[in-house]
């Protein structure tokens, strides 16, 4: 998932791309609000953090710019204007949410990871896709009650699949999502990663992988509604085996 950061503010960009990275988040940065709007044109962004103090125009005025010709990607305003006159301004013209600086790491992607899941239509912070359920804000996934153990470039892959359910995702969407358009490798990479998680999502299933092939197009994960063949994972089924051995017992 690609963040784009517009802020004239070279250290605090720095900080907010490292912090970005930590959480799994691709970044491109721009320092003036032209280079931004360029940038907008050639790259789709799950979120724009905009500051509103730039050296070529007002923060403002690429929020308008944008809602102009509808592109309507998440703008998320950081700030040092703290008046609430600036903050009604923001979002009456089509900022998606307004942080104040100094701010809280915790706080910002908290609401950075808000808005995403607004924008794919998501009201909770976990996807629950058959026996699996995934939280965007944990970054963590759990089939039945096992924790899925992933890499961050897994986690990435099967995280895009989740909030597009129900659509088949070429592998340059993938590609796009992974590495931002920097330094992308062959497209036969996002084969390898789906068979790993493939695995890796059986292992614990039994056989059910989730994940399917639409040739020719791309990949997709089962829709939530899906018929999914219940098989008991076997830890739940060695619990179950225990609780009704203890009462038979006891009823002997």
């Given amino acids: 998932m690609r963040l784009l950061i517009v802020e004239d ?131 963590k996934v759990y089939i039945y009650d096992t924790d899925l153990s992933l890499t961050n470039k897994e986690y990435a892959i099967l995280e895009l699949l989740a909030m597009k359910r129900g659509s088949v995702l070429a592998k340059e969407v993938f590609l796009n999502h992974i590495y931002g358009g920097m330094d992308e490798p062959e497209g036969k990479i996002i084969d390898v990663f789906i068979c790993k998680l493939r695995k890796k999502i059986a292992d614990i299933t039994g056989g059910i992988s ?16 899906e018929s999914i063949p219940k098989k008991i994972h076997p830890i739940t089924e060695l619990k179950s085996n225990a609780t009704n051995f203890e009462q038979v017992s006891k009823a002997g």
């Fill in 210 to 225: 989730l994940i399917e092939t639409v040739w020719g197009r791309g990949y997709t994960i089962r829709e939530e509604n």
């Fill in 9 to 139: 503010d070279k250290d605090l960009a720095q900080r907010i791309e490292s912090a970005c990275i930590s959480e799994g988040l691709n970044c491109h940065k721009a320092e003036t609000g032209v280079e931004a709007l360029e940038m907008v044109q050639l790259y789709d962004y799950a979120v724009i953090i905009l500051d509103i103090l730039l050296p070529d125009m007002c923060g403002f005025d690429i929020i308008s710019r944008l809602r102009a010709i509808n592109n309507t990607t998440p703008i998320l305003i950081l700030s040092g204007l703290i008046s609430v006159e600036d903050k009604v301004k923001s979002l009456t013209i089509g900022a998606d949410d307004y942080v104040t600086k100094p701010f809280s790491k915790q706080e910002l992607f908290a609401r950075i990871h808000a808005i995403i899941r607004r924008s794919s239509g998501l009201a909770s912070p976990e996807i629950k896709i058959g026996p699996m359920t995934l939280n965007v804000l944990q970054r």
